[in-house]
């Protein structure tokens, strides 16, 4: 037997330029160091991935950090005003962000569903540079899974990220006192309503548009404006601004009372959401955040952020009171304050 | 935004709630019979607004609420069947029906157990599903009233047409008048007028309600959903009954005409027949619902699927949804009510669905 003529011939074809992803991208061979290297490495320019080692080093840092992880499953990949990867980068970023962190390191692991065309995650992993080289955050680590076709949905991203803490960090949502003012960073619902018409296909004209974007400027501005005076910052991610107020009552024990007038809505998601039956401040954003501020500090905090193009649409809408019967209520047409609920898991668009 | 602010105007609304006063000489009970309009009084408070002037209780009309919980039970029997060889069945289903609990919970449950349940928009994204995959049966859970029943006919034309084979309905549509007649019958009715469900007669029209007021002698409002819609129907339900008067008004004409959309109402008469149907908290209402007539049975998921056995319907003893439903009590009067039943675990169909009565006080109603 001919064992060089075994090794020439071998039986099994590998197409190593795939135009999909294979199984075989992820089984630690030269297709899977071919794919990491040629595609993932050099789109996100990492000098730190570039080593390709176990662990990143990271250089020692004076004071205390934060660090937060979160994993991200949209579907579709693509929707108008984002994608998976400028959202996994903005994501994560945010969470720092409006935690009194400066956003320093990331790291990105990718699962990648075989069958994946490998243009499209060429496409995710351009975004993803894009919004980190945007926030300043460094990709120093990463990692690469295929799972079997029907596994996963395209491309699940999980995400870690460093920051440091600078001061004045806000103390948190259990400072919350009463007469403190509520203030919301920009239109609600954008991204919610966005990704749900771009993946049911909704032909709604115009398209509305996700608010997936950075909050790293606005925050840090308003540190600066607001010193002590900001008591804590979140960005409404699911469950949108209702869930942050619920969040906040039970973390401080007071009532937060919010007046509808004032919540900005754009006219896309209105007319979106009125369709489908569904309440704007319980959908999902990703660029915008409640504040709460000390009481009289309102002015100073919606001129800083409205000097911003991103948050130039934020509204004073409500303040912190005595903890009243329910713990968050809403005003509407009559002037009187009703309770404001939760939804159960995701809204369901109504039938009528 | 336009078309819609100016049904919001708080100045206007404040005008009406006053006319209403001063036109007010003794309690009145009306009953709003669309769970959107329940919400639309509740959210905005209305009701409140309005206490110690007329009562207002909420009738039936939250198609997910009355569908049967029978239907439910078959659909979920249905959404099991892809893991046999022979029937790979997908149940489509709006959304709202997918957390109405059935007798064994519900399709959210089913889902999670396995079954295969997918939420569409329109009937008519059940019949493209159907036409993307060839190797499944794909089965749309037909619920609503009249306002959804011309959406699924028109799909199962659509599917006609096509030549798509693997399509079928679930069919659970139930019609509002013959409800609203089984409550003035009831010996418990306390009704005095009625605001009639506004889209429901925007396909209906509401021509049909005038015998109907002739033989009971109670007015009936067409009424939209938007607070001066609402105040404006209440508005007029009141002079009428404080003046002796029984007629059928029109308060919603931008949506709304007598004979109501002719297209829809053809389309319905092609492919439906009147049928009694039960519904939930009502038992058999005598016309009370639609289902496909003989020219198009082939397409009935019941017929397709004739081997299910429907299995005895299990209803939680403590829920009176069945008294909310009829306007007997309000959601608060029920024991279970914001205790053993909430939107997180609701017992009856008004605590889960987005339109329901009991939902609509766990969300809107101040104590």
Redesign the interface.
């Known amino acids: 037997m001919n064992q060089t003529s075994w090794e020439l011939h071998c039986p099994v074809a590998v197409n190593n330029d795939s135009p999909r992803v294979m199984l075989a991208h992820g089984e630690g061979g030269r297709m899977m160091r071919k794919l990491i290297r040629e595609t993932i490495v050099d789109i996100l320019s990492s000098e730190s991935l570039a080593e390709m080692d176990d662990a990143a080093r990271l250089p020692a840092i004076d004071g205390p950090l934060a660090m937060t992880t979160d994993s991200f499953v949209v579907s579709p990949l693509f929707f108008p005003g984002g994608d998976i990867g400028s959202l996994c980068v903005y994501g994560t970023v945010n969470d720092l962000a409006v935690s009194g962190a400066k956003p320093l390191y990331l790291t990105l692991s990718l699962i990648l569903e075989e069958g994946l065309p490998i243009a499209v995650l060429q496409e995710v992993l351009q975004s993803v540079a894009r919004a980190a080289n945007q926030t300043g955050i460094k990709i120093v680590a990463g990692d690469t899974k295929v799972v079997p076709r029907g596994a996963a949905d395209g491309l699940f991203i999980n995400t870690t990220g460093i920051g440091e803490l600078v001061d004045p960090v806000p103390p948190g949502p259990q400072a919350l006192c009463e007469g403190d003012e509520l203030i919301v960073t920009g239109p609600v619902g954008r991204h919610g309503i966005a990704v749900l018409c771009a993946r ?1 296909e ?1 032909a709604l004209q115009p398209a509305p548009t996700s608010d997936c974007g950075s909050l790293v400027a606005a925050t840090m501005q308003l540190r600066h404006r607001l010193g002590t005076r900001l008591r804590t910052m979140r960005d409404a991610t699911r469950g949108g601004v209702g869930a942050v107020l619920h969040e906040w009552s039970e973390s401080s024990g007071l009532t937060l009372a919010v007046n509808e007038k004032d919540i900005p809505v754009s ?1 896309d998601v ?2 979106a959401s ?1 369709l489908l ?1 569904l309440d704007p401040i319980h959908i999902a954003n990703e660029g915008t955040m409640l504040i709460a501020v000390e009481s009289g500090a309102s002015e100073d905090a919606l001129e800083a952020l409205r000097s911003l193009p991103e948050t130039q649409y934020s509204a004073k809408i409500g303040t912190a009171i005595t903890r009243q ?2 713990p968050v209520t809403i005003t ?8 404001l ?1 939760q939804p ?2 995701a ?6 | 935004m336009k078309y819609l602010d100016e049904y919001r105007d708080p100045a206007s609304a404040k005008k009406l709630v006053e006319a209403i006063r001063r036109q007010v000489t003794r309690p009145w009970t009306l009953m709003e019979v669309c769970g959107g309009q329940t919400h639309g009084l509740l959210r905005n408070g209305i009701e409140a607004e309005l206490q110690g002037t007329v009562e207002l209780i909420h009738g039936p009309g939250c198609p997910v609420c009355v569908t049967a919980m029978e239907s439910i039970d078959f659909a979920q029997q249905l959404a099991m069947l892809h893991t046999t060889s022979t029937n790979n069945v997908v149940l489509a289903s709006f959304g709202d029906m997918m957390r109405v609990p059935g007798s064994h919970g519900s399709l959210l449950d089913t889902k999670a157990n396995g079954g295969n349940v997918k939420t569409v928009y329109s009937p008519l994204d059940a019949v493209e599903l159907a036409k993307r995959h060839p190797e499944k049966q794909v089965v749309f859970f037909a619920v609503g009233f009249e306002t959804t029943a011309p959406a699924t006919a028109l799909a199962v034309k659509q599917a006609a047409n096509d030549g798509i084979h693997n399509f079928s309905l679930l069919v659970s549509h139930v019609r509002v008048q013959p409800a609203m007649e089984a409550l003035l019958q009831s010996p418990h009715n306390r009704v005095q007028a009625f605001l009639a469900a506004g889209h429901v007669c925007a396909v209906m029209g509401y021509e049909s309600y005038e015998p109907m007021v002739e033989r009971y002698r109670l007015p009936i409002v067409v009424t939209g959903f938007e607070p001066l819609d609402l105040l404006e129907g209440i508005l007029n339900c009141v002079r009428q009954l404080e003046q002796g008067e029984a007629r059928v008004d029109n308060a919603y004409s931008r949506g709304v005409s007598r004979q109501g959309n002719q297209a829809a109402q053809d389309i319905v008469r092609e492919v439906y027949e009147v049928c009694d149907r039960p519904w939930r908290g009502f038992g058999i209402v005598t016309n009370g619902g639609l289902q496909l007539n003989q020219d198009w049975r082939h397409f009935d998921a019941r017929s397709r699927f004739d081997f299910i056995r429907s299995l005895p319907v299990i209803e939680p003893a403590e829920c009176e949804s069945a008294h909310v439903l009829a306007g007997r009590i309000k959601p608060p009067e029920c024991a279970a009510f914001g205790k053993a039943c909430t939107p997180d675990a609701p017992m009856g169909a008004p605590m889960v669905s987005s339109e329901g009565a009991c939902a609509a006080y766990y969300k809107w109603h101040t104590p």
């Open positions: 049911e909704l006219p209105r007319g009125e039956g019967a329910t509407r047409m009559f002037g009187r304050p009703q309770p609920d159960q898991g809204p369901q668009p109504r039938i009528c």
